[in-house]
C-alpha cells in the first residue's frame, strides 16, 4: 500500500438510484440580473461526503439551501432517494435533512440535552425514546451525557458548540446532513481536531453529507468527491480529490488549487498508509535506569521513549535526564501525539512544533505504533509525485486530454 492511498471513506459510488439528484435547478433572486445559480444537474452518491467548493458568490450556500429548500429554486427539480420533493412540504422534507451552520444556532435558553432534542420532540417521540436518543448522540460526538446533558449553551467551547450542533442535526437520523462552513467559526487547531472527529464519525454513521467551504485543502481532506463550482454554481470540475488533483479540468480549477499539489495531496494519505519509523529506543513501565541508559547508548537518538503498562507513551528521556540517577519523573512529557488516521498534512503541522521533530502514531486505544519523521514524509511525497506521474503517462498512453502538470 503506497503513501497515496486513499482513505476507507473514500468509496466509490454504489450502483443505481443516488441519494440526491439535482435537475436543472436554478436561481434567480428579485432584482438581480444574473441567477445565484444556473441550470445546475447533479448527483449525490448514497453514504458520500459530497464537498461544494469555489470563490465567494459562486451560489455554494444557495445551491445548499435550495436542497432542503430554505430557498426555493426558481426552476429545476430536487429528488430525494428517487422521490422528486421539489414540491413536497418543506418542512416534512427537512425533517429527512439534517442542518449543521457556521453559527451553529443553538438555542441558548434551552440546555443542551433539549437542543439535541429539537426534532425528535417535534416529531413526537415520547420522552423515554427522546433521553435514549440524546445520550447515544451525545455518546456519539464525545460528550459524556452525565457531564454535559443539563449545561447551557454558553457554558461549553467553540468545539463543544459545535459538536452539539452535528448532534442535534443527527436528532432523527436523517439520511442526509447539509453542513455550510461547518468548522469556519473555531480557531485553527478545534479546527483540525473537529475535522478528524467527524470523520471518525462519518465512518460509523455512513450519511450522506453535502458540505460546503471556500477552503480548497478542507475539501480535499473532506471529501469523497469535490464539486469545484465558478460563478453561477456552474461546475468547474465534479470528481474524487485524487482525480482533480491528478488531472485539474483546465485554468481555472488549476488557479483554484494553488501551487503546491503534490503537498495538497498529503490531505489524502492518513499515517496508517505509510511504514512507521521504529528508529527510536522504546521500554517499558519496568525499564531500570541502566537499561534506558544503555538503550540510548546503542542507538542514535538521543532519547529514549518510556511507554506505560498498557503500551501508551508517556516521556521522551535524554541522556541528560538520568543525571540524578533516578527515572521518577525524569524526561518530558510526550507531544505531537496522533492517531493513525491522522492525515500526513496534520502530521506535518504536528512536527513542526514538536521538540524532537517527529509525531508519536497511536492505535485508537493510545498504544504506540512507531513515529513518523521528515524522512517518512519525503518518501510518501516522493511515492506521490511518482503515481502522479505514472497516471500522466497513462493518459498520455491512452490519448486522454492533459489537464496540466503537477507543481
Known sequence: MTAATVDAHRREASPGEPMIRLDRLH??????????????????????????????????????????????????????????????????????????????????????????????????????????????????????????????????????????????????????????????????????????????????????????????????????????LREGSEIAQYDTPQHILSNPAGPFVEGFLGSGIVLKRLNLSRARDVELSQDWPTLGSDASLEGVRTAIMDSDKGHALLLDAEGRPRRWVGARDLADGSLQGAGTPVEAVLRDDVTLQDAVQEMLTATLGVAIVVDRDGRYLGTLNHDTINAAVRAMREEAQEREREDVRSGAPQAGALS
Open 27 to 228: 436561481k434567480r433572486f428579485p432584482g438581480q440580473r444574473e441567477p445565484a445559480v444556473r441550470e445546475l444537474t447533479l448527483e449525490i452518491p448514497e453514504g458520500e461526503i459530497v464537498v461544494f467548493v469555489g470563490p465567494s458568490g459562486c451560489g455554494k450556500t444557495t445551491t445548499l439551501e435550495m436542497i432542503n429548500r430554505l430557498v426555493e429554486p426558481t426552476s429545476g427539480r430536487i429528488f430525494l432517494q428517487g422521490d422528486d420533493v421539489t414540491e413536497e412540504n418543506a418542512d416534512r422534507l427537512r425533517r429527512r435533512m439534517g442542518y449543521v451552520i457556521q453559527q451553529i444556532g443553538l438555542f441558548p435558553h434551552q440546555t443542551i440535552a433539549q437542543n439535541v432534542a429539537t426534532v425528535p420532540r417535534l416529531l413526537g417521540w415520547d420522552r423515554k425514546r427522546v433521553a435514549a436518543r440524546v445520550e447515544q448522540l451525545l455518546h456519539l460526538v464525545g460528550l459524556e451525557p452525565s457531564e454535559y446533558a443539563n449545561r447551557y449553551p454558553k457554558q461549553l467551547s467553540g468545539g463543544q458548540r459545535q459538536r452539539i450542533g452535528v448532534a442535534r442535526a443527527m436528532g432523527a437520523d436523517p439520511p442526509v446532513l447539509l453542513m455550510d462552513e461547518p468548522f469556519g467559526a473555531v480557531d485553527p487547531i478545534t479546527r483540525v481536531r473537529l475535522q478528524n472527529e467527524f470523520l471518525r464519525l462519518q465512518e460509523e454513521i455512513r450519511k450522506t453529507i453535502v458540505f460546503v467551504t471556500h477552503d480548497i485543502d478542507e475539501a480535499i481532506k473532506m471529501g469523497d468527491r469535490i464539486c469545484i
